[in-house]
């Protein structure tokens, strides 16, 4: 069979492809970067497509020429500048499905969410449901299918909940109450094969669950399990407490915290497992299973490192800014052209150097802040503060022996850099 796929390098695309590889499929792989998907083989074609830009039928009718199915993978789990739910979960999704009922697509998978139904409030749901809506009203073998958390290898909400769990006290809005029932993410690629297979009957939703529920504090208790630790101490959060805590998702850099998201996790995810399970043949993996493997040392790492990712980041932020306030603002100017003196600078040439360093400092703050070519900008960093270190250790010694360590209180830093630089290279 052809398929065409869209969102092929996300969490649950990835796994989506190797499943139909592993089948014998040939798949037409659909998003902005196929190059990201890093897999060779004959049965896959590139199809470099933005789904921002993607909202008219015309855009995809030349690509669907020969293609027997299409399965949709395109989701995101908040907005953000040129993505929104508007556009990649209802416009572009539903001008591929009538692009494709008109090109005479015998099937179409859409991987909508679990909540998208008539009882759904949230942007994210509403667009979702837009979407499927649409598609079940078109003369197409459709299918819906509704996964609650997935959960596996690679996911973003699986580490912000793996990094939760490591945390020696556990935020626990609704005093841990909302049910979750985790799928795996190959139990989701697995039933999207099924529904392709001939003979599948279509026009069906299906809700892609774990045999049982969970509560979000056992969830969390899990997984910290997995990761070798004690249990937690719970942390029962107010309302009004667990909505600010929501909030602070943009400050921290993360998408997955906000207060949409909380309002979701709040009203639970769950459903009879009994449908998937016909469609599978077998019984979904259970999540709980999961606990009693081990973790690897790299998952660990994760999650110790998830949350101190972007608290790192404002440290480094906060030390250029306040380096250069200082030294404009608070410190004598005497004291820094003394200083400057004992480093050869004096003269007419003082000021400007002075003013100089601080705004450099400043504008250090400022690009990291805006993470302008951030990679490159943490070495040029490193470089500078190596270069302050060594001019200093050279010309003014005594900074070297001083007992409250002013100048070996850089190398810390220059780790910090790198280890920076490394997180943020990781970034999904």
Partial sequence: MNVLLTGATGFIGRAIVLALLDRGHRVTVCCRRPQRLRLQSPLITPLALDFAEASEIETWLPHLQGIDAIVNCVGIIAPSPGQSFRQLHSLSPIALFRAGTLAGVGK??????????????????????????????????????????????????????????????????????????????????????????????????????????????????????????????????????????????????????????????????TADPAPLTALLGRPPRNAKRMFAEDATQAERWQ???????????WTIVFVWLWSGATSLLFYPHEASYALLAATGITGAAAPPTLYGLAALDIAMGLATLARIRLPALLLGQFAIVLAYSLVVAWRLPEFVVHPFGPLLKNLPFLMCLLVYRVLEGERP
């Avoid at 609650?148 to 556990?170: C, E, I, K, M, N």
């Avoid at 999650?303 to 980041?313: C, D, F, K, S």
């Fill in 108 to 269: 179409i998978v859409q991987i909508s969410a679990l909540g998208a139904d008539a009882a759904a409030e949230s942007a994210y749901h509403l667009s979702k449901k837009a979407a499927d809506d649409a598609l079940r009203e078109l003369p197409v073998e459709w299918f819906v299918l509704q996964p609650s958390l997935v959960y596996g290898r690679g996911g973003r909400s699986h580490a912000l909940f793996q990094a939760l769990a490591a945390l020696p006290v556990h935020p626990l809005p609704d005093g841990g109450a909302p049910m979750l029932q985790p799928i795996q993410v190959d139990d989701v690629a697995a039933a999207v094969c099924h529904c392709l297979q001939t003979g599948c009957a279509g026009r069906r939703t299906i809700a892609l669950v774990g045999p049982e529920p969970i509560s979000y504090a056992d969830w969390l208790q899990g997984l910290r399990a997995r990761l070798g630790k004690a249990p937690a101490k719970p942390w029962y959060l107010s309302p009004a407490v667990a909505s600010v805590g929501a909030a602070l998702g943009g400050i921290l850099g993360e998408p997955i915290l906000n207060r949409a998201n909380l309002a979701m996790l709040q009203r639970g995810s």
């Fill in 303 to 313: 999650a110790g490192l998830y949350l101190l990712r972007p608290l790192l980041g």
